[in-house]
């Protein structure tokens, strides 16, 4: 009689078979979301490090514009390197278009993330004041997914002798 107490205080601490699978199953359900969750989080900020990459290029391009001599008020009028207009209302490319983003490198390498850098400078209003509007595109693409583009813009204002 006592092994037949003892036999049924056993059975009713234990789990099933189905119980365990079951619980094996949530286990891996949430092991897996944790991974995915982990892995896009770090695709987000490896993203987040290319574009910011390209905002400073952006912004660099945009600068060595605005950094270009402009006196509409010389005479006589001309253009080109080391004139009074030496960025006139016109689209560059600077540098060309295999450039290299500068970002750090770590875990596996995924090669270099080309960067083309275009300038396209206008005029805005009706000269008074004479203002030029100097927009930079840094254009790239995302080195895992590698067929999208995606492009950051810098847009500046500038009057001139400045």
């Known amino acids: 009689m006592k092994i037949l107490k003892h036999w049924r205080h056993c059975r009713k601490g234990a789990f099933t078979l189905i119980e365990v699978l079951i619980s094996l199953g949530v286990f891996a359900l949430v092991s897996v979301g944790i991974v995915y969750g982990y892995v896009q989080s770090n695709r987000m900020a490896e993203f987040e490090a290319y574009s910011l990459a390209a905002q400073s290029f952006a912004s660099e391009g945009a600068e060595q514009a605005r950094d270009a001599n ?8 001309t253009n080109g390197p080391g004139t009074m207009d030496e960025l006139p209302p016109c689209t560059n490319v600077i540098g060309g278009t295999n450039l290299i983003l500068d970002i750090p490198s770590g875990g596996l390498p995924t090669g270099p993330c080309y960067v083309t850098n275009i300038i396209t400078v206008t005029t805005v209003g009706n000269n008074n004041p004479p203002l030029r509007q100097i927009r930079s595109d840094a254009i790239w693409m995302f080195a895992p997914t590698g067929s999208q583009l995606y492009t950051n813009t810098t847009i500046l204002l500038r009057a001139p002798d400045q």
Do not use: L
């Open 70 to 77: 402009w006196r509409p008020r010389d005479t006589p009028i």
